[in-house]
């Protein structure tokens, strides 16, 4: 317990010292701040309920289109749009997880692959209010709070990125810790089991289902906000599988997957797409392979296995 507060510390004070650490990569950082946020959301799916989905991008979208649209036609206010880029993921959790909760495994996969697509294709056709291919342009935000105005360097973009991102890692970590997250730890150890002990299995799933979807809904708000732009690509089965990849680098059901596996993937593509455009898909892919045979747990798993390994050699 002590072992883990301390790690949770550490990634706040991650999160608070990177400003000063890398003073000039501050877009960076609040990309990679939205990015473990969207990640996060997919492990709680993932990682502690055991669902297996290629569609997560089509609540990271419904939030980015929805956060966009409402600063484009109601406010402009950055909280506010938050608010409603959440419930609007949320929203759409609650109407697609009564289909495909219903599934499981490779139906599952299907299913959702089906629902980001239906997505995708509604802010393509809906263009008049989504901007199309041409993606949501005009949004324009107002100071956060009334009194902190979106600059040029980032940092307004940053902190309110990062600060979401500890409220959120906050709230995740003491729903996996209740008896709720490790209900949802039971279900995917052994569904049947769960049934039969009287554990209301749908409900819970369908619970955290609707939680994750409000994560993903304010990572993709935030990135409308910060980038004041939304693209087709943004509800994509593409944008579904990177995401995927980077809770898989970082460590599915390891509480800090996602802020290794992240970080890690987006240093990467950029560094690879750099210095070798054509082919650094390969490189992903390879190094993505290396991690799954090396630490099959992920980045976390493996870096916990180095720590035991010291720890026993000094003991």
Partial sequence: MRTTRALDGLVLAGLAAFPML???SLDLGARMAILVLCAMSLDLLVGYCGLITLGHAAFFGAGAYAAGIFAVRASADPVAGLVVGGAAAALLGLLSGVVLLRSRRLTLIMLSLATVLIVQEAANRWGGVTGGADGLQGIAMSPLL???AFDLSGRVAYVYAATTLAFAFLMFRSLVDSRFGQSLVGIRENEARMHALGTPVGARLRTAFVISAALAGVAGALQAQVTEFVALNAVSVEFSGEILIMLILGGAGRRYGAFLGAPVYVFMQDY????????WYLWIGLML?????????GLTAGVAAIARRIRGRRS
């Avoid at 690879?272 to 082919?279: F, G, M, T």
């Avoid at 392979?289 to 747990?297: D, E, Q, T």
């Fill in 272 to 279: 690879l797409a750099r210095e070798d455009p054509a082919n």
């Fill in 22 to 24: 890398a003073p000039g």
């Fill in 289 to 297: 392979l290396a991690i799954v045979f090396l630490a099959p747990g």
């Fill in 146 to 148: 009334g009194r902190f």
